[in-house]
């Protein structure tokens, strides 16, 4: 009896060993290229170059676990902010003023900068019905009502008392305050600063080293002195002049010399028999309004007046053209008017009006 394990030569349960298979040797790789002469393609190897390249493998780069995404930079870091120094505000200048003959004049004035007038913060007092502003075109600071204030801001120069130099008001000396129809220094006035500082307005230049400190009337003289040997035809328009550089007197004569080279040291030393202050002590009291005959008496405005018009009859009749002008200009402040017309005609005041002031006004109420 056959099985059929005996035809296939299995035996039931027996699983027969899978023959091994040699692996064939692999063949070199080669290129085949068209033969026209024969008709075939014949196989030619490659260079052992591309043999190369062709066998290379690329190396299994080794997957590692997933790595969490880089964390995000840091902020930079900010300096600490420095905690914010509250500079105290600069205090507002507040001062007290007394001694005027004019009580109202009297009391405390507070600055207040958001009232400018004329370029300079106004300081008022604490009832608002005076103030203390800077008169831009004269130089100088005055005091005035309140009544007159848009007439001080459009660049009119009122008031009830002024300075008469460029210095601040804080500083005591130096005030001229309505007399009656004239003015005359304010001699009793006090200031006390109460609260601030008061700036340096107009700093005087030092002198130089030798060289002596002069009076308002002693450096116009000089200048006057110089002007009489250099250039006479400018002592008519010394008033002008003077009027010009009110409180930088000093400055105006360096200048003069300077310009027609005249010798400044020769003028304030009495070199070359120059003045020195001491001979110039008439000129200064011409100033002032006295000389030899005594003080000049108070005047009204309209008596200063005629007594001008006197002196340019006398001295320089074609001044008389601008006579109306002047005393527009000079309007309040007629007797400095008179007295500098004076000074500039080398006439004294005091004599001038006892000698031909009684005449001549006179005449003018006929």
Known sequence: MFRASDI??????SVPDKPKVEPKPQDEPKART????????????LPAEVQEMMRAKRPKVAEGPLLPPPPPPPAPRMPPVAAAVERPSPKRLRVALSGFL???LNGQYTERPDQPIQGQASVWNSSMTYFIYW???MER????????????RDGQVPGWAYRSDSQHFANSKGWMEVSGNAWSPAIHVVCTVIEGSPPDMAKEEPSAPGRPQLSVAQYRALVRRVYEEKNPSKLQDLATIFDKYQGREQELLTQVC???????EALMGGANGAPSPANSSASCERAEGKDQDGEMPELSA???AILVQGVYQKHNPAKLADLARLLQKFRGIEREFYLQVCDKYGVQPVKFYKEEGARILSESDL
């Not at 296939?8 to 349960?13: A, L, N, S, T, V």
């Not at 068209?34 to 190897?45: I, K, L, R, S």
């Not at 300077?258 to 400044?264: F, G, Q, V």
């Open 8 to 13: 296939f030569g299995r035996r039931p349960g």
């Open 34 to 45: 068209w033969d026209p002469a024969t008709g075939q393609f014949v196989e030619e190897e």
């Open 102 to 104: 004019m009580k109202d």
């Open 135 to 137: 008169q831009r075109s």
């Open 141 to 152: 600071w005055a005091i005035c009502d309140s009544g007159s204030v848009q007439s001080a």
């Open 258 to 264: 300077d310009k027609y080279e005249a010798s400044l």
């Open 302 to 304: 309209r008596e200063f």
